[in-house]
């Protein structure tokens, strides 16, 4: 990798990082001279970046045809969930049909429930775990790329839920040493209680 591309990359992975953590606002215009400023780096590989992510689906179009923060709506976020949810069901669908009362990942993965960061980052190797089972990089993939849209909202959810840890070491449990039958109800009631809280998630989301 030539000095160049790597540079390219490191501002692509320090700009992805900063945009899904939420450090900038839902629905607002991207200034690529801002960026580039707060990066201090030149306006080219921002720019760069920018249409990068938005071909990944993390930005949208902005009003003066640059690019936004993902501005979430209720239908948008039930939309993502009920996509991410209907992933993970086809990834498991083969091993809980070859045999529902063996467990789907008796390895586990690695678990971390200490702040905010650590439960969003264990969620993600929960279900890039789960989505490997699949043995298909491309639903590994869009799992992977699901699960980074939603990655900001996440934290959200664990501002007004304190039970978000529980939930992933209940589903950790089942995959480790219970059913596939009884871990696909239990990430069913996971998606399903985020999409029947969209409005409500969006509304946090919309005061940050």
Not at 73 to 90: A, D, M, N, V
């Amino acid at each position: 990798m030539s000095p160049g591309t790597r540079h390219a990359e490191q501002v692509y992975q320090d700009l992805k990082r900063a945009l899904l953590s939420g450090r900038y606002t839902g629905s607002s215009d991207l200034s690529v001279t801002d960026l580039a400023s707060e990066f201090g780096i030149s306006s080219s590989p921002i720019r760069d970046t920018l249409h990068r992510m938005y071909g990944e689906r993390l930005l949208e179009v902005g009003h003066h045809h640059g690019f936004r923060v993902i501005g979430w709506t209720p239908e948008k976020l039930r939309s993502c969930y009920t996509w991410h949810g209907q992933l993970i069901r086809l990834a498991l669908k083969a091993g809980v049909r070859a045999d529902a009362r063996l467990p789907i990942a008796p390895d586990g993965w690695l678990i971390d429930y200490t702040t905010p960061e650590a439960i969003i980052a264990t969620t993600e190797r929960m279900f890039i775990t789960l989505a490997s089972m699949s043995r298909s990089e491309e639903i590994v993939a869009a799992i992977a790329n699901a699960g980074e849209r939603l990655r900001a909202v996440r934290l959200r959810e664990i501002e007004r839920w304190s039970d978000c840890a529980d939930e992933l070491n209940s589903a950790n449990i089942l995959a480790v040493s219970g059913t596939g039958k009884a871990l696909l109800q239990i990430l069913w009631n996971y998606h399903r209680r985020r999409i029947r809280a969209a409005s409500m998630l969006c509304e946090s989301w919309a005061r940050v």
